[in-house]
């Protein structure tokens, strides 16, 4: 509307003007007629140069308005100005100048407070990363979606896995438990502490984590922006607990049975001369027989109370200096006519040769002849597949320290899961004959060595007994 009024004026400027200049050229080119005219030529001559000064001062008005409003806006603009005469070009140049260089200063101070809050941010993210990068325990975090956007270098370690962006079922794909555990963390938002996760490493073996999951951000109650996974491998923590129970567990009862295992012993001595003399007595066949059965049956008592008595009142190291490979030869060989009688073959696959161990050789012998024999007496007769394999390895340690492993494995049916728990605890036996007190003076010997003796089942079937010593530095 306001374009349309200012083209309006223009036009009729245009026309007035040419108005005058009409009626100015009939009283100079036609006299006679701007004589008899006179009156009526000048009162429009005037009305016309009146409405052409007004739309012309009206146009001029709206032609020099932006220049009012620059410098009122000059005159209210917060800068200093020079105080010396100045007409309004100048003075709203002087403005401009200022305002300008304001503008300049601004923009250079804008700069270097956008830089340093760029540096900040720069060193609070790189410092953020070294806190992740530093943490002992396995970061995870996973965004609303369930895909992996932190994974520190303990957590690759311990989940063999490193990929930004794989959805947490991939991530977590060798332990399914804390998969679920995310994905109830997404779904509810709660919050689980301190959990125990079964999980598998690479080589098959079975081992234990201990994970927080929490949500990130919860958005509404019972959501999660993501989800943030603290992991700790605590197998060794839970092997040692476990051991550490066993072994209080078998204290108290070697301490308890003790006496009771001695009177045992003189009992059974008076039965063994009770049937020695009634062998040396004649009677028929069937008594000699029942007397020889009865001979044979003190005799075992006796061979199992001895064991249990050993197991009970352990006598003290005598601590030397041996190889490994001697040891482990010297354990074959006192088995040869057993693995010979049973048609299982025995491979030695030494992969750590030339280690010696601090040990009681005749006592840890022992250890390892009863695992070996256990080995090859759970292979069944219908098996074709008859092997008993020894192997040895030396895996690094904290503080400089090294430790020997020796894995025992057979190609028989493995250790029913429900019995895993208890195969170490004294006369706890699944077989027909045995005493099962040897697993039992096994775990003994090699704790009291300073190590380790753990029973778990192959992925490919049998059990694997797996024996742990510090190697001589």
């Known amino acids: 509307m306001r374009g349309r009024l200012q083209v309006l004026v223009i036009v009729l400027t245009g026309v007035f003007l040419a108005g005058m200049i009409l009626i100015f050229a009939v009283f100079t080119m036609s006299p006679d007629i701007a004589a008899l005219n006179r009156p009526i030529l000048l009162t429009a001559f005037i009305v016309a140069l009146f409405l052409s000064l007004v739309c012309i001062a009206w146009l001029l008005r709206w032609l020099l308005r932006p220049y009012t409003q620059l410098i009122g806006e000059a005159k209210r603009a917060p800068v200093e100005h020079s105080g010396t005469t100045q007409n309004e070009a100048e003075f709203v ?6 305002v300008l260089a304001q503008l300049q200063a601004q923009r250079k101070e804008l700069e270097r407070l956008t830089a340093e809050a760029s540096q900040r ?3 609070a993210e790189k410092f953020s990363e070294r806190i992740v990068a530093s943490m002992p325990t396995g970061l995870v975090a996973f965004d609303s979606s369930g895909h ?13 896995t490193n990929t930004i962006g794989d959805h947490f079922r991939n991530v977590f794909q ?3 438990d804390l998969a679920r555990l995310v994905d109830d963390c997404l779904t509810t938002g709660k919050l689980f502490r301190r959990e125990e996760i079964n999980a598998v490493n690479g080589l098959g073996h079975q081992k234990r984590l201990g994970a927080t999951v929490a949500p990130i951000d919860p958005a509404t109650p019972g959501t999660a922006r993501g989800v943030l996974c603290l992991l700790t491998d605590i197998t060794e923590v839970t092997r040692l607990r476990e051991q550490v129970a066993l072994k209080r567990n078998l204290e108290s009862l070697g301490e308890m049975s003790a006496g009771l295992a001695h009177e045992f012993k003189n009992a059974i001595a008076a039965l063994h001369g009770y049937a020695q003399f009634l062998q040396s007595v004649d009677h028929d066949e069937r008594g000699r027989t029942a007397a020889s059965g009865l001979l044979q049956e003190v005799r075992n008592l006796s061979e199992m109370v001895t064991a249990f008595l050993n197991f009970a009142r352990p006598q003290p190291l005598q601590l030397e200096d041996i190889s490994l490979d001697e040891l482990i030869s010297d354990s074959a060989r006192e088995l040869t006519s057993l693995f010979a009688d049973r048609r299982v073959e025995l491979i030695l696959a030494d992969d750590a040769k030339g280690i010696s161990i601090q040990a009681d050789a005749r006592m840890l012998r022992q250890a390892l002849v009863n695992l070996v024999r256990n080995a090859a007496e759970a292979i ?8 008993v394999i020894i192997s040895t390895s030396v895996e690094p340690g904290q503080r400089d320290e090294s430790w020997v492993t020796i894995m025992i494995r057979d190609t028989g049916k493995g250790i029913p899961t429900a019995n895993l728990p208890k195969i170490f605890i004294p006369f706890f036996t699944t077989k027909s004959t045995g005493h099962g007190v040897g697993l039992a003076l096994a775990h003994r010997v090699i704790a009291e060595h300073g190590g380790t003796l753990t029973a778990a089942n192959g992925n490919d079937g049998g059990a694997l007994f797996t024996v742990r010593l510090p190697a001589v530095s």
């Open 380 to 387: 069944p007769e219908e098996n074709l597949d008859r092997r």
């Open 174 to 176: 060798k332990a399914p």
């Open 121 to 123: 941010a720069d060193s």
């Open 93 to 98: 140049l002087e403005t401009f100048q200022s």
């Open 148 to 160: 992996a956007t932190v994974i520190n270098s303990p957590a690759g370690t311990l989940l063999e």
